[in-house]
């Protein structure tokens, strides 16, 4: 049998949980992972993604309702959705992406209550056997060495727009 180690995930379990929003600034513990800040939005990479460069284009203003996005929200959250794709097909090449939103606990959202929107990279292949069979996600880099390789570019893409 193959041991997998996901050992970033044992402080998570054994740390005492903050209380509030997990997405709103005062109590983000995954600022390692935001690797853009806009005006109104930033983006992140999932600190337990389906794959490797599954990023989340988050509101700063906490809310959860998607009517309640300003116009000037909207527009940045779409903006940076359009550069989270040039961002990822420049540094992983992938074949395709899931681009979303899960609204409610019922639509799937892990925390409904702050909107986000998630930009997943895809490739042929990248659901297999481990998924089905050992309920396992295998996620081949790291979360920090992905945060690195993709700072620069989201720099690079934000300039020009």
């Excluded at 992972?33 to 599954?54: Q, S």
């Excluded at 989340?56 to 203003?61: A, K, L, N, Q």
């Excluded at 929200?73 to 990822?88: N, Q």
Aim: glycine letters at 8%; proline letters at 5%.
């Amino acid at each position: 049998m193959e041991t997998m180690c996901a050992p970033w995930r044992m402080e998570y379990l054994m740390c005492e949980k903050p209380e509030g929003c997990v997405f709103c600034k005062s109590s983000l513990r995954c600022e390692d992972y935001v690797v853009f800040e806009g005006k109104t939005c930033f983006v992140m990479l999932n600190r337990y993604p389906y794959v490797n460069g599954h990023l989340m284009i988050i509101p700063v203003r906490h809310l959860g309702d998607i009517a309640e996005l300003t116009s000037g929200e909207r527009e940045e959250i779409f903006g940076l959705v359009d550069v989270s794709v040039k961002v990822l097909k420049e540094a992983m090449n992938p074949q395709g992406f899931n681009i979303g939103m899960n609204l409610g606990k019922a639509a799937g959202a892990g925390i409904a209550e702050h909107v986000h929107v998630h930009v997943i990279p895809r490739w042929e292949g990248d659901t297999n056997f481990m998924s089905v069979v050992g309920n396992v996600r295998v996620i081949p880099q790291d979360l920090a060495t992905t945060a690195a390789a993709l700072i620069p570019l989201f720099e690079k893409y934000c300039r020009e727009v």
